[in-house]
């Protein structure tokens, strides 16, 4: 039976917001985090094969995604945002990266534009949000974008999610272990997401929690768990967005 890393942290409490004019991350100061934890700190390697086969499925899968779904997808998905509200179709956003470094992170736009976009995270009910963009979200959609991601080797479709770079020198200053989840490709998916642990985070113990995973998925990685992942993640997206058009079909 799975069971996750455990993070011992002392007391629960909610996540502070932090604020808009907090200082970025420092990426020279990640780095530094990070290899101070790689020394103390050991992390299980895969089989040798394991990067390259992994790369060449991102490879094939998001290649052959972007052809044969991107191709007629995008342009109904860009339609709509621009019907809906003014602003650009793709929003990008920096995040972190594998070692720390970060890269530019794509979306379909689902918010109006604002700007708090980079510095507060989507709430449920947040008003930022257009009414397409609710359908983007809830069909998860909106993170197909990524897969061009996937395609120029910023991200793995299989990873821990990466986070905003203000948020991850947030989070490594209160949660242990938090930057050995950098020891792997940020993903489009991830074990904490398979677990039930995605969207708005509201208090610490959440975040414990997807940290945990993602601890787990690092010791534990292989192509099976990898596929294991994959199709567990598409199984809860059919599902999620079956049930979202039922409800509006009912209401």
Not at 120 to 144: M, N, P, S
Not at 148 to 162: A, E, H, K, T, Y
Request: proline letters at 5%; charged letters at 25%.
């Amino acid at each position: 039976m799975e069971q996750p890393v455990y993070i011992n942290i002392p007391v629960e409490r909610k996540i502070k917001p932090i604020s808009p004019d907090a200082p970025q991350s420092d990426i020279a100061e990640i780095r530094e985090m990070f290899r101070e934890m790689n020394q103390r700190y050991m992390v299980y390697q895969p089989a040798p094969y394991y990067h390259t086969v992994k790369r060449a499925i991102d490879i094939v899968a998001s290649a052959t995604f972007i052809f044969l779904v991107m191709s007629w997808l995008f342009p109904i998905v860009a339609l709509l945002i621009k019907l809906s509200s003014k602003g650009p179709v793709f929003f990008r956003q920096k995040r972190t990266g594998l070692k720390g470094v970060e890269f530019d992170c794509f979306k379909f736009r689902t918010m109006y534009v604002n700007d708090e976009a980079d510095t507060k995270q989507a709430t449920y009910k947040d008003k930022r949000i257009t009414r397409v963009g609710r359908f983007l979200r809830a069909t998860h959609l909106d993170e197909t974008a990524q897969f061009f991601n996937v395609l120029l080797g910023d991200m793995s479709i299989v990873g821990p999610r990466p986070h905003m770079l203000y948020h991850t020198r947030y989070y490594a200053q209160s949660i242990p272990y938090y930057n050995l989840r950098h020891e792997s490709q940020p993903g489009m998916t991830g074990m904490a997401q398979i677990k039930g642990y995605i969207g708005e985070i509201n208090v610490e113990r959440e975040l414990r929690k997807r940290v945990q995973w993602d601890v787990y998925y690092l010791k534990n990685r292989s192509i099976s768990l990898d596929i294991k992942i994959i199709l567990t993640t598409f199984g809860q997206v059919f599902v999620k967005a079956f049930h979202s058009i039922i409800g509006k079909k009912s209401s």
